[in-house]
Nanobody
């Protein structure tokens, strides 16, 4: 599985961005898809994940971010609203075959190259 993110950029606080992740491969529906982020000097952290119609969110993402997937097009999205400067990070798309460890980056098998999101105050 190859993953390619897009949609990052510079946005003012309170603004919105939609990240996209295009996945290759014919077994896309077999994978749990997730988004992680990593800010400079910080560890990679879980943002959101989705398998079938079940989604999971980090506490800070609940109510602001929405993850969705289009299985017909092998796409995963992360809609981010009410962005804050502390959301600034490189955002990574990831795919996991495992059914455990939703929030554990070590349980994800494939990663994209990341897309930069910068939120100015």
């Amino acid at each position: 599985v190859q993953l390619v993110e897009s949609g990052g950029g510079l946005v003012q606080a309170g603004g919105s961005l939609r990240l996209s992740c295009a996945a290759s491969g014919r077994t896309f529906t077999s994978y749990r898809m997730g988004w992680f982020r990593q800010a400079p000097g910080k560890a990679r952290e879980f943002v959101a994940a989705i398998r079938s119609d079940v989604s999971y969110y980090a506490e800070y993402a609940k109510g602001r971010f929405t993850i969705s997937r289009d299985n017909a097009e092998n796409l995963v999205y992360l809609q981010m609203n009410s962005l804050k400067p502390e959301d600034t990070a490189v955002y990574y798309c990831a795919a996991a075959y495992a059914r455990i460890g939703v929030r554990d980056h070590s349980q994800y098998d494939y990663w994209g190259q990341g897309t930069q999101v910068t939120v100015s105050s």
